[in-house]
């Protein structure tokens, strides 16, 4: 039908009017897209270039390199080596199983060591690195480097593991140091993003443990770009970490050599303290293991071994073991019942061979007797009828008081693992603890270093170096950290009567030099450095049976301590020798040895020694199994 021109106008105008409305709105639609446009491309563009860049740009915390420990003189206890290593992230192993293929191809790697890196990947975050092969040699790490291009997202590393090259000697001191792990992060309240970088070594024991903040200083950063591969292409930054504090400890490197030379297999213990300054010079347990083993994960065989070692060479005796200290203990007893009035040094007690209270007889060690003696001879001979006299007259409370003021009974403080307080016990003690009341017979087991009484060999040494300067000594193991010297503690005035101490250290100067000593066979020929000492011999065994005659851990414990030179101390030694039977024949030895190699800092000359006594000690130091560190040692063993 044909349109009128009126419709036909209408409908040009309806089209117009369409067309117009369709054009406007793809006109609006291209400007609201421009105007999008524009703001992504110009007012986010930073934006957006930022998380462009995080798709190929990856930051990785870079260890610090842990601080050094020296010993007195400067020498490196604990130091770093080099270590090769290659690690990958889960993030980038979408070609695992092609690129361990590869890497067994070029290093060998184990099937276990394929399986473990599939289990730790499994459990790791996206971007934690996860090592697939340490301590690669540099030829290993060289063919790894140069395939790069085959092994997408495989990282080599290198970083910086702890050794100690001194192996045994400083091990129960220095301790070491282990990977972290997840029983360690649980302690922590907070985690240092440091012990998430994988195998990150941590301070497990000793001064590595206890200053460990401030050994391990701060992560550093490394900035790489990578590819859609996970292949770096070039690093962009690299701030390396802050190390750690170096530390040097007070400690001499050639007097512990020796004293652990000198022990041989003895299961023991030794101090030597600076009475001046409290400054532990050694301190010694033995036998000690290597700490290396500890670095890397010691093996399940090698621990057992330790574990399994009756001689238990995992525990610092010198500072955790604490024993009976026998005789060594009678100098607590004097002093404190001359301080308290109730003997005088010349006053004399008769020793029939025992003592009966109670209706039981307390034996001294000579069943004969001593006879009469006064002070100065009760200790040169080591009679303990006197001593049980002295424990009726003062009491428990007045001996205890005065063992902890010569730094029995304490716990010090220092950076040391496990450091046993040993045992001062009183009456109040014996009520809390056992639920009794303290007897008769407690004292007189006390008065001679036996019963409930406990100390370690550090406090030993301490209660000699106290003796012999009448000051309040208190032993000091680090020096200085980062140069800056650590202060000497205590060294005030004990304020015991001089006249009281001069009596003893008599005594003790007779033990050594009076033909009728208990150690008149180790006694130092060199009258300028004559020493002043104590045996001990303490029971670890209820009935008394000749230590011969019975197995080695049924034995007794041989003790001595000693001050030297007695007219100028210098140092204090305490020696303990588990289950050694006789303290002044088998300790007083080992601590004249120790005493002289301290004062002389080198393998005392023969002269030093009575001249009966001299090829013995030449072929003593002859056997002594090479001392020093490995270069010490090479250059000995070719000498």
């Known amino acids: 039908m044909k349109r009128t021109p009126t419709e036909t106008a209408a409908s040009t105008r309806r089209i117009s009017r369409r067309a117009l409305f369709l054009g406007g709105s793809q006109l609006a639609f291209m400007g609201i897209l421009g105007l999008r446009m524009r703001y992504m491309q110009v007012e986010q563009a930073d934006e957006f270039r930022l998380l462009a860049e995080e798709n190929r740009i990856r930051d990785f915390l870079l260890a610090p390199a842990r601080g050094l420990i020296y010993d007195r003189s400067g020498t490196l206890l604990a130091e770093n080596e080099q270590t090769f290593r290659v690690v990958i992230r889960k993030e980038d192993a979408a070609e695992l199983d092609a690129v361990l293929m590869k890497l067994e191809e070029l290093i060998g790697i184990t099937p276990e060591d394929q399986a473990r890196v599939r289990k730790e990947l499994k459990d790791a975050g996206p971007s934690a690195p996860v090592i697939i092969a340490d301590r690669l040699s540099w030829e290993a790490f060289s063919l790894v480097s140069a395939n790069g ?43 240092d993003p440091l012990y998430k970088i994988p195998k990150f070594q941590l301070g497990k024991f000793g001064v590595e443990a206890k200053l460990e903040d401030v050994l391990k200083g701060k992560a550093g950063l490394r900035r790489v770009e990578q590819n859609a591969y996970g292949r770096i292409i070039r690093e962009l930054d690299r701030q390396e970490g802050q190390p750690g504090n170096n530390i040097q400890l007070t400690v001499d490197h050639k007097v512990q050599n020796f004293i652990h030379a000198r022990l041989g297999g003895e299961s023991a213990a030794a101090v030597v303290i600076d009475v001046e300054t409290g400054d532990i010079i050694a301190a010694a347990s033995n036998p000690a293991y290597d700490p290396n083993l500890f670095v890397r994960g010691i093996s399940s065989a090698d621990y057992k071994a330790l574990l399994e070692n009756d001689h238990r060479p995992l525990p610092a005796k010198s500072v955790q073991g604490s024993y009976p200290p026998g005789s060594t203990f009678k100098m607590v007893t004097a002093l404190a019942a001359l301080d308290s009035g109730t003997v005088t040094p010349e006053e004399t007690v008769r020793c029939p061979g025992y003592v009966e209270v109670g209706g039981r007889r307390f034996h001294c060690w000579k069943r004969a007797g001593h006879g009469n003696l006064n002070l100065v001879g009760s200790l040169r001979h080591s009679c303990d009828v006197y001593y049980y006299e002295m424990a009726q007259r003062t009491g428990i409370d007045k001996i205890a008081e005065m063992g902890r003021k010569l730094g029995l009974g304490q716990e010090y403080d220092l950076p040391l693992s496990g450091i046993n307080s040993g045992l001062m016990p009183d009456k109040q003690w014996k009520l809390a603890k056992r639920g009794a009341e303290w007897v008769v017979g407690d004292s007189l087991n006390a008065a001679i270093g036996q019963g409930f009484v406990l100390a370690t060999p550090l406090q030993l040494a301490v209660m000699t170096a106290r003796l012999a300067t009448n000051r309040e000594i208190v032993p000091r193991i680090v020096k200085s950290i980062d140069g800056v010297e650590q202060p000497v503690l205590g060294g005030g005035p004990l304020e015991l009567n001089e006249n009281m101490l001069r009596a003893v250290r008599q005594g003790m100067y007779e033990v050594l030099n009076s033909n009728r000593g208990t150690a008149f066979a180790s006694r130092i020929a060199n009258e300028s450095l004559r020493m002043a000492g104590k045996t001990g011999t303490s029971q670890v065994r209820s009935t008394v049976v000749n230590n011969k005659q019975v197995p080695w851990e049924q034995r007794d414990h041989a003790l001595f301590v000693a001050f030297a030179p007695y007219d100028k101390p210098r140092y204090a030694v305490s020696v303990v020798v588990e289950h050694g039977g006789g303290g002044s024949s088998v300790a007083a030895p080992i601590a004249r040895d120790v005493m002289l190699f301290s004062l002389h800092g080198a393998v005392p000359p023969l002269s030093d020694y009575p001249s009966a006594q001299q090829n013995t000690i030449r072929e003593r130091f002859r056997a002594l199994p090479l001392i020093g560190n490995d270069a010490e040692r090479d250059e000995r063993s070719q000498a």
């Open 149 to 191: 291009p085959a092994l997408p997202g495989v990282t080599p590393e290198v970083g910086l593991s702890r050794y100690y090259p001194l192996h045994e000697d400083f091990a129960h001191l220095v301790g070491y140091v282990g990977p972290v792990s997840s029983y360690d992060i649980s302690k922590m309240e907070t985690v």
